[in-house]
């Protein structure tokens, strides 16, 4: 089973500031890697997803996360955050092998972005 | 509209009253996704559908819970004998593909507060 570990509950940042969301799994077996993100009162929005090849993966918005096997950790990073970026952000794991498909989350992370 | 959508948007019941939530997903998109969102936490999965085939309903938290799709395309979620603990945002995900590699695109959500 697949298991995803968000380390930080919440994080402040200043607008323009560099930001880094952390982000560990547990699998036994190979795994897709996600990030989510949820704007107040909206669905849940890709932001990228790494499946294989190249670890570095680059998303929408500025945002790029790094896959690290030996450290299983996916964690997200933006060079200069925007207010805009005010959002909860999950990130989720599947596995390739799986007929369910189905996605296991972490429990979030709120990206909160001072002026 | 071209994503996903579910209604109502909102839903207010009193202890014991059946509910019944829907979910439009993208036309063409094979597979459908069924999580619960509680407050303060990720998604998790409680059902997956592969066009009108329930694949996996492991995620279905008692038998008071049950998931749709006739047709192979819109499908409902139906509480029966809703409990406090069934208060939660329900969020529907659609995927062209059946594997994990597609990517789920989530529907708004419907927040089911019991009373």
């Known amino acids: 089973a697949q298991s995803v570990t968000q380390l930080d509950s919440q994080v402040p940042v200043f607008e323009e500031a560099p930001v880094e969301l952390r982000c560990n799994y547990s699998?036994?077996?190979?795994?897709?890697l996600f990030w989510y993100v949820q704007y107040p009162n909206q669905g849940l929005q890709l932001l990228l997803k790494?499946?294989?090849?190249?670890?570095l993966v680059k998303g929408i918005n500025g945002f790029e996360a790094e896959f690290n096997k030996s450290q299983t950790s996916f964690h997200l990073r933006k060079p200069s955050v925007h207010i805009s970026d005010t959002a909860e952000y999950f990130c989720a794991v599947s596995a390739p092998d799986s007929s369910a498909s189905k996605i296991i989350f972490g429990s979030g992370t709120r990206l909160s972005i001072r002026p | 509209g071209a994503g996903v959508s579910q209604s109502p948007r909102y839903k207010v019941a009193k202890r014991g009253q059946d509910v019944a939530l829907r979910c439009d997903p993208i036309s063409g998109h094979v597979s459908l996704f069924w999580y619960q969102q509680a407050l303060g936490q990720g998604p998790e999965f409680l059902t997956y559908f592969q066009n009108e085939a329930q694949l996996d309903k492991s995620g279905l938290p008692s038998d008071r819970f049950f998931a749709e799709r006739p047709e192979g395309s819109v499908s409902t979620l139906k509480i029966q004998r809703t409990q406090q603990e069934d208060s939660a945002v329900y969020l529907c995900?659609?995927?062209?593909?059946?594997?994990?590699?597609?990517?789920?695109?989530f529907g708004p959500g419907t927040r089911l507060t019991v009373l």
């Open positions: 995900a659609s995927s062209l593909q059946g594997q994990g590699a597609g990517t789920q695109y």
């Open positions: 790494y499946l294989s090849g190249s670890t």
């Open positions: 699998s036994s077996v190979s795994v897709y």
